[in-house]
């Protein structure tokens, strides 16, 4: 019974040691990735930036109506709690 538990031991140690190094070889290829990532964005930053503005952005006069859609809204909620 003794080899048993010694080999159930073994094996889970084992186990344990795959389970750390497939951990660590993905995290580290995770923050290589997000590194590279990084680079590339400094390196190109007219690749991700938009140049476009937002069709709502464009227009002022529906800003202006949203925001006072919001500020009566808001007012409502705080008379009514």
Known sequence: METNITSA?????ILLG???VVV???????IGA???????CEKFPEAS????LPKAAQS???N???????RIAVK??????
Do not use: C, H, P, W
């Open 49 to 52: 930036e938009s140049k476009e």
């Open 64 to 70: 202006q109506d949203v925001v006072e859609a919001i």
């Open 76 to 81: 409502q909620y705080r008379a009514s709690n």
């Open 24 to 30: 660590f070889v993905f995290l580290t290829l995770l």
């Open 60 to 62: 002022s006069a529906l």
């Open 9 to 13: 031991l073994a094996e889970s140690a």
């Open 34 to 40: 997000v590194q590279l990532i990084s680079y590339l």
């Open 18 to 20: 795959v389970g750390m």
